[in-house]
Nanobody, 125 residues
Framework: VQLQASGGGLVQAGGSLRLACLLSGRTQSGGNMGWFRQSPGKEREFVAGLRWSGGHTVYADSAKDRFTISRDYAKSTVYLQMSSLKPEDTAVYYC???????????????????WGTGTLVTVSS
């Protein structure tokens, strides 16, 4: 399984960005997809997660009402639509895949087996 994240960039506070994560290789059904982020000097933190088959979603408190995670089966792609961005959202964003993940592990970084390359999001004030 390979994951390739894209869509990062520089945006002003209050703006929007849409990140995409393309899956390739052995992309079997089921399991979890997640978006995480890491800023300098901080640990990697959960942002949003999605059940690949059922579509159920979970969000970190910091992402609720501003970010939306979604998937497109046909394109093997998971998206993170981010709006009302704040300077504290500045980070490298990573997508991750857990083929055997369960709902309760959506927000747990150690439960993910595959990680994509990060994409940098910079929000200016």
């Amino acid at each position: 399984v390979q994951l390739q994240a894209s869509g990062g960039g520089l945006v002003q506070a209050g703006g929007s960005l849409r990140l995409a994560c393309l899956l390739s290789g052995r992309t079997q059904s089921g399991g979890n997809m997640g978006w995480f982020r890491q800023s300098p000097g901080k640990e990697r933190e959960f942002v949003a997660g999605l059940r690949w088959s059922g579509g159920h979603t979970v969000y970190a408190d910091s992402a609720k009402d501003r970010f939306t995670i979604s998937r497109d089966y046909a394109k093997s792609t998971v998206y993170l639509q981010m709006s009302s961005l704040k300077p504290e959202d500045t980070a490298v964003y990573y997508c991750a895949r857990s083929p055997r993940g369960i709902y309760s592990s959506l927000g747990i970084p150690s439960s993910y087996d595959y990680w994509g390359t990060g994409t940098l999001v910079t929000v200016s004030s």
